[in-house]
């Protein structure tokens, strides 16, 4: 079975700061990634995913993500964050074949402070 | 196109009662699902549909049952509300054709109160 630890359960930064997410896996069988984002009080939204190809990934709102099979990690950074950046963030994997099902992290909550 | 709506956005029930939290989407979508989320524990997959007439069960499926008679619905029905059954729940959907893109497309959430 497939896991996700997503490393950081609270991630406070200052606004323009630069931001890592940090984002692990563990499966034992080929891979899809995702991050989404979840505003306060709303439903979750893709930001980016990673299927195959090119192993850095470019998504909504400038954030980008980098896939890494040996390290099996699947970052989140954005250069430049501002105040409507806050929402929590979560890393999410299935498997290839395995009818969609994902597994998500635990969620990483993202504070921009002015 | 609406996306995925679910009913109702806010519920508080007593031990024991029971209700069907309603999920549709109008995308045409062959897949769906239902999560719940609590704190601290990210999303955790309740139950998901491949099509009309199949269910399947996720991780977490005791206490709650489903069906698919229809691609635009899956209904989530609790059966005996217990306070463990306390969380926000959302609905989901993905289209699973011919070139599938895996993006899941979630509803609002509901809300649960069990007392």
């Known amino acids: 079975a497939q896991s996700v630890t997503q490393l950081d359960s609270q991630v406070p930064v200052f606004e323009e700061a630069p931001v890592e997410l940090r984002c692990n896996y563990s499966?034992?069988?080929?891979?899809?990634l995702f991050w989404y984002v979840q505003y306060p009080n709303q439903g979750l939204q893709l930001l980016l995913k990673y299927l195959s190809g090119s192993t850095l990934v470019k998504g909504i709102n400038g954030f980008e993500a980098e896939f890494n099979k040996s390290q099996t990690s699947f970052h989140l950074r954005k250069p430049s964050v501002h105040i409507s950046d806050t929402a929590e963030y979560f890393c999410a994997v299935t498997l290839k074949g395995s009818n969609y099902k994902l597994t998500f992290g635990k969620g990483t909550l993202l504070t921009v402070n002015p | 196109n609406a996306g995925v709506t679910q009913t109702p956005k806010f519920q508080v029930l007593k031990t024991g009662q029971s209700m069907t939290l309603q999920c549709a989407q109008d995308?045409?979508?062959?897949?769906m699902s239902w999560y719940r989320q609590d704190p601290g524990m990210g999303l955790r997959l309740i139950h998901y549909s491949v099509g009309a007439g199949i269910t399947d069960q996720g991780e977490v499926p005791n206490g709650y049952n489903v069906s698919r008679s229809t691609t635009e619905d899956f209904p989530l029905r609790l059966l005996s509300a217990a306070p463990s059954q306390t969380s926000v729940y959302f609905c989901a959907s993905s289209y699973s054709g011919a070139v599938p893109n895996y993006e899941q497309y979630f509803g609002p959430g509901t809300r649960l109160t069990v007392t």
């Open positions: 995308m045409n979508h062959e897949y």
């Open positions: 499966s034992s069988v080929s891979v899809y």
